[in-house]
């Protein structure tokens, strides 16, 4: 969510930040889905995780130079195509691991509690994310996201040894 009113703030015009974030970074990240999708069934979920939460961190902490107002830079649309990449290819990883999670008799219900809560972290993030930029600045909200993400890839490392059943692909060499 603070992509679109930053970008606004800092030039673009509506036409190219529509362009950009809702055809050009979703459509590229589709492969990133494809190959999350793909490598799940060579590496364990938790471990594709852990390699990939550091890339959408790193790709949000590129941002933070706009987030800070300075113009869009070269570096601008890499790091948002990157960062849709590396967000859907979590969001691939973590629902193959929901799958993983449901019971014989019960997935539905299983499935989309856990997803539905998902869903709803993500939504209440932007919300918050959005209030705290307009409070604190962009710059300090893209900071506090990027922490999310490392706290986020501590509780993978912290919760992996304990999941290692999780996946419900086969898992080559594990």
């Keep these: 969510p603070l992509l679109h009113t930053r970008l606004v703030d800092v030039g673009w015009t509506v036409d190219r930040?529509?362009?950009?974030?809702?055809?050009?970074?979703?459509?590229?990240s589709l492969g990133a889905a494809v190959l999350a999708g793909t490598?799940?069934?060579r590496i364990?979920?938790?471990?594709?995780?852990l390699?990939?939460?550091p890339l959408e961190a790193l790709c949000t902490f590129a941002l933070l130079p706009l987030a800070a107002g300075a113009a869009a830079s070269?570096?601008?649309l890499p790091a948002i195509l990157g960062l849709f990449c590396a967000h859907n290819a979590a969001s691939t990883v973590v629902v193959t691991l929901i799958m993983g999670r449901a019971e014989p008799g019960s997935e539905g219900s299983d499935f989309s509690s856990q997803?539905?809560?998902?869903l709803l972290t993500g939504f209440a993030a932007g919300g918050l994310?959005?209030?705290l930029a307009g409070s604190q600045g962009y710059a300090n909200a893209l900071f506090a996201a990027t922490a999310l993400m490392a706290?986020?890839?501590?509780a993978c490392a912290l919760m992996r040894p304990g999941m290692q059943g999780a996946s419900p692909l086969p898992q080559a060499g594990n």
């Design 129 to 131: 994310a959005l209030q």
């Design 44 to 49: 364990d979920g938790w471990r594709l995780l």
């Design 74 to 76: 070269p570096f601008t």
């Design 151 to 154: 706290l986020a890839f501590a």
């Design 51 to 53: 390699v990939i939460l």
């Design 115 to 118: 997803h539905s809560l998902f």
């Design 39 to 41: 490598l799940l069934t």
């Design 17 to 28: 930040v529509g362009l950009v974030l809702n055809v050009l970074a979703p459509s590229v």
